[in-house]
């Protein structure tokens, strides 16, 4: 049985429940509540994971915002990143493999213009990868090493993660931030070159 999210998600109420739980837990706790929060979604919800990190930061003050992203950056420090599940890419993949990904990486192939199109829009991407990166902004040094990562992954030809096509450009994203240029503006410019049209054309129907 496939999941669904409620008709009527509480976001802001989830949003509140992740800012006390870091506020209230010690650091690893606060990663692993972060992996509870995942798996309890279930792969399919992934994206409703990442709903919730748009509420944290649209609602919370600074603080709110750097104590989940305190969390975010020590699960990425650790390799426990939360992550979702794509279909892998390139020959060597056995059918129906899958590779995990974290956040970013995961939202960059959702507005991809694929074969079959791609499941969100370009408005959509630039809300849900900006609030990602403006998150990790929030704690020291979170950037440097997400971006870094990022390159990491984009530059690893033989991995299977992404498409060809694709890595150029998670590399001139993750570049332009390790440089300090705003979130929002990366974004934008990042579907402009890349996606343009294509993925408001093609974008299916989906809950995010």
Known sequence: MSA????????????????SGCADLGPDASVELLEQVCEGLGEQLYPAFLRVLIEVNQRGDFAARALVARSLALALQQGRLPSGRRAAWGQASAPRATRSLGPLEYLCLAVWPG????????????????????????????????????????????????????????QQLARQWLAGAEAGQICAQYCAQYCGSAASRHAPQRSW
């Open 115 to 170: 074969a079959q199109g791609s499941e969100l829009s370009s408005e959509q991407f630039q809300l849900f990868a900006s609030t990602v990166m403006e998150l990790f902004d929030c704690a020291p040094d979170a950037r440097q090493h997400y971006a870094s990562q990022l390159l990491a992954v984009a530059g690893d030809a033989l991995d299977g993660t992404l498409p060809r096509e694709a890595r150029g450009p998670l």
């Open 4 to 19: 669904e999210l409620r008709a009527d998600p509480r976001w802001p109420e989830a949003a509140q429940a992740l800012i």
